[in-house]
């Protein structure tokens, strides 16, 4: 089955950087786009950023462009996000998605997730 494993997750302070990753495996049909939504406890799941896998074009959540940058090897099937001035309120659970374009459809998967906590 479709497998994706989120890494790099931790504690940082207010004002620091993180980079998130994702690595995808067990794919055998073309990667439409990967991309990131996050959860912080008691609040509902919101929309990160999404890459396209062939032209690489980001889009962003206002809450953190400018902030934010992701990037895909294609090669190796990886995402990344790096997170620049990161803020308390960035504090959450990090899902890694991807869509796959199947013969029925395109098809969204999810990863485990990977917990990012800003400290102020």
């Known amino acids: 089955e479709v497998t994706l494993v989120e890494s790099g997750g931790g504690l940082v302070q207010a004002g620091n950087s993180l980079r998130i990753s994702c690595a995808a495996s067990?794919?055998?049909?073309?990667?439409?786009?990967m991309g990131w939504h996050r959860q912080a406890p008691g609040k509902e799941r919101e929309w990160v950023a999404t890459i396209t896998w062939g032209g690489g074009r980001p889009s962003y959540a206002d809450s953190v462009k400018g902030r934010f940058t992701i990037t895909r090897d294609r090669s190796q099937k990886i995402q990344f996000l790096q997170m620049n001035s990161l803020q308390p309120e960035d504090t959450a659970v990090y899902f890694c998605?991807?869509?796959?374009?199947?013969?029925?459809?395109?098809?969204?998967?999810w990863g485990q997730g990977t917990q990012v906590t800003v400290s102020s």
């Open positions: 998605t991807a869509k796959l374009d199947h013969e029925v459809g395109y098809w969204d998967y």
């Open positions: 067990q794919i055998s049909v073309p990667i439409l786009s």
